[in-house]
């Protein structure tokens, strides 16, 4: 299966502190993108990185790509209360025409 | 807000019921998506349309009827479900089949009894 796995399952840390996700894959990819979703509701696109990028930031968000480990991470820095959600990894694989997604983090920012 | 709505937020329905859940998104796009999102599983891609013809049927059960009138529309039709059909139900549009970034509706919330 092509679909990530993000590690870890779950995550919880203090107001302020950074916040980091991993997601693995398992062949070749067009581009990696992360998601945001907040209990029961549907998934927000947080940042996109291709193939030929290693690494992209967005505000609070830093997300780096290793190709030759099928592997990339999520960074959030000075993490905030509002920032508690399930975070997930998605691929767009070379030959397909949909995203495939992991199981996700679920991600515990206490004030 | 998304630009993708979906009704109703929440069904209870039980298994000889024929109910439909509507999705609609208002940013042009071209392609649409239903997904099922169960607890601790993969986010499940169902359907797939494009410029309102359906592209991809990821070996979904009959009892779930897609339906795509317009690129702004989607359905999806339910009969005679099973419990274990209760899920958060997601639809998505994106440009075109091949553009990146999906948008997501947030859901229905569906419990079949």
């Known amino acids: 299966s092509q679909q990530g796995e993000e590690d870890p399952q779950a995550l919880s840390i203090q107001e302020g502190e950074n916040a980091t996700m991993n997601c693995s894959y398992k062949?070749?990819?067009?581009?990696l993108q992360w998601y945001r979703q907040n209990s029961g509701r549907g998934l927000v696109h947080l940042i996109l990185i291709r193939s030929n990028e290693r690494e992209k930031h967005s505000g609070r968000l830093r997300v780096t790509l290793d190709t030759s480990k099928k592997s990339s991470s999520l960074l959030i820095t000075a993490s905030r209360a509002a920032d508690t959600a399930s975070y997930f990894c998605a691929t767009d694989a070379y030959g397909a025409n949909n995203l495939f997604f992991g199981t996700g983090t679920r991600l515990t920012v206490i004030p | 807000e998304t630009g993708v709505t979906q009704t109703p937020r929440h069904l209870v329905m039980g298994m000889t019921n024929k109910k439909s859940l509507k999705c609609e998104q208002h940013l042009g796009h071209n392609a649409m998506y239903w997904y099922k999102q169960s607890a601790k599983k993969p986010l499940e891609l169902m359907f797939v349309y494009n410029f309102k013809e359906q592209t991809e049927n990821n070996s979904v059960p009959s009892r779930f009827s897609p339906e795509c009138p317009n690129s702004s529309h989607l359905f999806l039709h339910l009969h005679t479900l099973q419990p274990e059909d209760s899920a958060l139900y997601l639809c998505?549009?994106?440009?075109?089949?091949?553009?990146?970034?999906?948008?997501f509706g947030p859901g229905t919330r569906l419990l079949v009894l």
């Open positions: 062949t070749s990819i067009n581009n």
């Open positions: 998505a549009s994106s440009q075109d089949l091949r553009q990146e970034t999906q948008y």
